[in-house]
């Protein structure tokens, strides 16, 4: 069977393999397949070609295809340290294109870096450094003297400046002698209140394609992945971008085994922006390292609480201490997915919790006044699920309908005209890889995958 195109989704644990088909016609979903991932065993693209013949074997016969594009989050995925001048203001701004391109932040710093910083950078070993600080024609000392001393360590790491404009030519001459590639892009925040963080947020998704093809049992990647590299989370809010482009303000939200990502593409209503005191990107993603339903399990379950777990599932302590123990990857008994599902919606509603903003109220001489601090959702029209979790459910959808009722008054969520939809066949990060190239195909598919 010869087919158009496969999206590979090369996962720290499993492989997973989408074909599609028909891409300059009518596009369609021709199906899955997944292997073990091989970067450990030092080479990828035995893994790949495991899924490869998986997806042969669902289909049912042996398949041809003319590209093969990835996203990727083996090989520790993206990490990045973020250092800027004032954390609210360009280190938030730093963080926000980093984490929108993809990234694991591993390490924030607000200010003029100290020792203890370069050791923590040296230890982190990141794939990428970000420099920020300043807005254009302001405060220049600060990023010129955390660049010298990045530039110094000599770490043979990409950086990329994005900070204050009349620092570019000193910024040049500081990494002239050093083994670090660097990239000058616009600053992520050039003037008061105003976010600049596409121009970061691109360049960030290059330096990752340049680097994961060297990392560690990828450096073979390039013998079958013919197009582009994207790190998974990326791929996700690219995605997510393109269907906003299509029915307007939405969230995705991701529960995995490890983490819970939660991806906005939202305008902040009338209302919410005047009160706000602080700008907010219309594309964000948080992602919580501690909410995961497989690996973090145990930290959900102490979130929620065991007496209070064993009561919302009806069952003994001990019931629940032998489900702790003997908890799998997927879930197989009634009794199994119920504890995911109580774990799936505990991950949910506290990761868009965090990812969402409030209003607060403050009282002085003229009275009380009302501000609202972070991410408005309340213009959300869909809200979406993806991962292993909310796609696979029995109670997906209902999990989803519990965030707008989660609301305690203040929080800025979603409200229950929003509607839930699933990516039921589980390909939104294939096809925000897709979408680079093939967006009209990416969109179609995404459709067809949210009906139902």
Not at 155 to 178: C, M, Q, R, W
Not at 205 to 212: G, K, L, P, S, T
Request: proline fraction near 4%; hydrophobic fraction near 40%.
């Amino acid at each position: 069977m010869k087919i158009d195109l496969l999206v590979a989704e090369i996962g720290s644990t499993t492989t997973v393999v989408n074909g599609f088909d028909g891409l300059d016609s009518c596009p369609r979903f021709i199906g899955q397949g997944q292997a073990p991932t091989t970067v450990l065993e030092g080479d990828v693209n035995a893994g790949l070609k495991a899924a490869i013949a998986d997806l042969a074997k669902n289909i049912g016969e042996p398949i041809e295809y003319k590209e093969l594009l990835a996203s990727s989050s083996a090989a520790g995925g993206l990490k990045m340290t973020v250092h800027g001048l004032v954390y609210d203001m360009t280190v938030k701004a730093a963080k926000e294109a980093a984490l929108g391109a993809g990234a694991n932040i591993k390490y924030i710093t607000a200010g003029k870096l100290r020792k203890s910083d370069l050791r923590k950078i040296k230890e982190i070993n990141p794939n990428i450094i970000l420099i920020a600080g300043g807005v254009d024609y302001g405060e220049r000392e600060t990023a010129l003297y955390n660049s010298e001393l990045i530039a110094e360590m000599n770490l043979g790491i990409p950086v990329i400046y994005a900070g204050n404009i009349e620092n570019h030519e000193d910024v040049k001459e500081i990494f002239e002698e050093s083994n670090s590639e660097l990239y000058i892009v616009d600053n992520v925040y050039p003037r008061i209140d105003e976010l600049n963080i596409e121009p970061t947020r691109k360049v960030i998704q290059q330096v990752f394609e340049n680097h994961i093809i060297h990392a560690p049992g990828m450096e073979k990647i390039r013998e079958m992945v013919t197009g582009p590299i994207m790190p998974t989370p990326g791929a996700v809010m690219a995605a997510s971008e393109l269907l906003y482009n299509d029915l307007g303000n939405l969230m995705t939200v991701d529960v995995g085994g490890a983490t819970t990502d939660v991806h906005s593409v939202t305008e902040d209503s009338d209302e919410i922006s005047r009160i706000l005191i602080n700008p907010e990107p219309k594309s964000k993603r948080t992602v919580e390292g501690d909410l995961g339903v497989y690996v973090n399990m145990k930290n959900v379950v102490e979130l929620i609480g065991k007496e209070e777990l064993a009561k919302q599932l009806d069952i003994s302590m001990d019931e629940l201490e032998h489900l702790i123990a003997n908890h799998k990857p997927i879930p197989e008994t009634v009794l199994e997915i119920r504890f995911v599902e109580a774990l799936t919606l505990h991950a949910t509603l506290t990761a868009v919790k965090r990812h969402a903003g409030q209003l607060k109220h403050l009282y002085g001489p003229s009275g009380k006044k009302t501000i609202a601090e972070g991410k408005d959702l309340t213009g959300v029209k869909y809200i979406i699920g993806t991962g292993g979790a909310l796609t696979r459910l029995p109670r997906r959808k209902e999990i989803l309908r519990e965030i707008p009722l989660s609301n305690t008054g203040n929080m800025l969520l979603p409200t229950k005209e929003s509607t839930v939809l699933i990516d039921n066949y589980y390909i939104m990060a294939s096809l925000g890889v897709m979408s680079r190239k093939y967006p009209d195909a990416a969109l179609k598919l995404l459709h067809e995958s949210l009906k139902g």
